[in-house]
């Protein structure tokens, strides 16, 4: 026998047991004796059985593809989104299908017509910059997809979304600034006014400075368009910040490629003029310990967003009871404020 062909019912025939029964122990259902079910892997695993994942997704109705729509694969904080993905997809015997718009709205609309026609069971999504019409996506849960989102929500369609809390985490590294660090002119550049992060980032770094009671200009804040993907952007922000009559004393930044960019433009700024600036901002980037004294991160638990947006995303394409469903889980994970380096 080619254990390359091995079937189901050829296993059953060898350990002299039921194919119903085979298929609980393969499937990991517990309706199953612990001496049997190790012994029907135990043969599988010696005769290199593979399950027909096409058979079972013809009989099940189902591809065993998902969709995953983010803005850049490149950005540290999006990898670690997907080794989540995957740490569950790889789980359940799904593929994922990733997919980038480059904080394009045009390119989420073609790229959603192409997840569509690869007749995907679900989609994972993270809005980009650009996204103001959610019509696309509203087509694709009416045709039956489900859809989760993470990290760039909006509450205009009705399911699951998977979010960190970016108030506390903004509020919580202004403070620190503030409070051990000494600033009090506290400048602010970051992503696209329209994404759900900036307005929360937005507000907890307001909220900070009220309570200070410190000088709030909006000129201390700038937007970069294309969320940082573009450094010449970030580059004109800085400029234009320490060029102001009263420059800043600190910058916050709101996403890992902001912060990495300012890092970079500080240390260029000091050696043009002789002034420090403090930069602190959201960032998973694993820092070089030359700048672990000079930076307060703000790290967002990524491989756990993707892990639980997945999870979600298979309840719902798993879900037996088709009718539409009332209630959505809206999860809101902690940020990790690194400031370890303070005080040292």
């Known amino acids: 026998m080619l254990t390359e062909n091995l079937k189901i019912k050829d296993i059953a025939k060898a ?23 190790k012994k029907i892997e135990d043969y599988a695993a010696k005769h290199h059985y593979r399950p027909n994942l096409f058979a079972q997704s013809l009989q099940k109705k189902k591809t065993r593809y998902i969709g995953v729509m983010l803005s850049s694969i490149p950005n540290m904080f999006f990898s670690q989104v ?78 699951h979304t998977v979010s960190v809390d970016n108030k506390g985490g903004a509020y ?15 400048a602010h550049i970051t992503s696209p006014q329209l994404l759900s992060i900036t307005k929360e980032r937005l507000d907890g770094y307001l909220t900070a400075l009220n309570e200070s009671n410190l000088f709030i200009s909006d000129a201390y804040t700038k937007y970069c368009a294309h969320g940082g993907k573009k450094s010449e952007e970030i580059a004109i922000a800085f400029n234009e910040l ?48 030359i700048l672990n004294n000079n930076i307060i991160t ?34 809101v994970l902690p940020t990790t404020l690194n400031s370890n380096h303070l005080n040292r």
């Open 15 to 37: 350990l002299q047991v039921a194919p119903s029964t085979v298929c609980r122990a393969l499937q990991g259902r517990h309706n199953i004796s612990e001496a049997t079910r």
């Open 242 to 289: 320490m060029t102001l009559p009263k420059p800043p004393d600190a910058i916050f930044t709101g996403s890992d490629r902001i912060t990495m960019e300012c890092l970079n433009l500080a240390q260029i700024w000091k050696e043009k003029t002789g002034k420090s600036i403090t930069i602190a901002g959201f960032s998973n980037f694993e820092m070089p310990e």
């Open 82 to 159: 997907i080794d989540g993905i995957e740490a569950v997809t790889n789980e359940n015997n799904y593929f994922s299908i990733i997919t980038q718009t480059n904080e394009s709205y045009e390119q989420e609309v073609k790229k959603i017509e192409n997840l569509e026609w690869r007749s995907i069971d679900g989609l994972l999504v993270s809005l980009s910059s650009e996204t103001e019409d959610l019509t696309h996506f509203k087509r694709l849960q009416e045709a039956g997809i489900p859809i989760v989102f993470f990290d760039r929500i909006t509450d205009a369609i009705k399911t």
């Open 172 to 186: 919580n590294c202004t403070k620190q600034l503030i409070e051990e660090k000494g600033c009090s002119r506290i």
């Open 298 to 331: 703000v790290k967002q638990p990524a491989f756990e967003m993707g892990k639980l947006a997945t999870e979600l995303l298979f309840e719902l394409i798993d879900k037996k009871d088709k009718s539409p469903q009332k209630y959505f889980d809206k999860i």
